[in-house]
């Protein structure tokens, strides 16, 4: 059954705390990428991974970095998280640069 | 820089009729694909349809189909015989394929209720 595990699911935290939300896939696909979601807004893209040790920024990557080290796992890190980073946060993942499959999503909330 | 443009922020259908959900994109590759998601109250995100932009014929995916006018930018999606599982947010997505990277770009989303 194709997967995408994101964790946490929830995380209620304050602002410079570092944290990091963990995504992996086991469909072995090239392609990851993070969105956030935020009301009125809809989904923005963080940044994207075409392969291995291969990240390239999206709509809006200030305050966010990620690592590729294997292709199963991309996780989104906040070094110095700010209450601007409270959202719903999703990973996916997909064959030819097409998100097709999503995780279950991570609700931040930056006091 | 490309945009999505959903103008409808909220539709209702009745249940087993038609609906048509707007989408507008503003680009100047020629290259691309385009994307419809469901976003149902669970809040997971799900692919309900895709489409080449350098394939001519419209996608089809059982009750859900689009009508691409690759000329006009319009990629509308069109859902048949509508449940009420198909309440949920829809959002029309699109992604270059040219010189300006694989970033992809979400509308704002239009919220469908599917009334008994």
């Known amino acids: 059954e194709a997967q995408v595990t994101q964790n946490p699911r929830y995380l209620i935290t304050v602002t410079g705390k570092k944290l990091t939300v963990t995504c992996s896939q086991n469909m072995n696909h090239e392609y990851m990428s993070w969105y956030r979601q935020d009301p009125g807004l809809g989904l923005r893209q963080i940044y994207y991974s075409m392969n291995v040790e291969v990240t390239d920024k999206g709509d809006v990557p200030e305050g966010y970095k990620v690592s590729r080290k294997e292709k199963r796992n991309f996780p989104l890190i906040l070094e110095s998280p700010s209450p601007n980073q409270t959202s719903l946060y999703f990973c996916?993942?997909?064959?030819?640069?097409?998100?097709?499959?999503f995780g279950d999503g991570t609700r931040l909330s930056i006091l | 820089a490309q945009t999505v443009t959903q103008s409808q922020p909220e539709m209702s259908v009745q249940e087993a009729e038609t609906v048509t959900l707007s989408c507008t994109y503003d680009t100047s590759e020629n290259n691309y694909y385009l994307f419809w998601y469901k976003q149902p109250p669970s809040r997971q995100m799900i692919l309900v349809i895709r489409q080449e932009a350098y394939k001519q014929q419209n996608a089809t995916e059982n009750r859900f189909s689009v009508n691409f006018q690759k000329a006009a930018k319009s990629f509308s999606l069109k859902i048949s015989d509508s449940q009420l599982g198909d309440t949920a947010m829809y959002f029309c997505a699109f992604t270059p394929l040219g010189n300006s990277g694989y970033a992809l770009n979400f509308g704002k989303g239009t919220s469908l209720l599917v009334t008994p």
């Open positions: 996916a993942t997909g064959l030819n640069r097409q998100p097709q499959h």
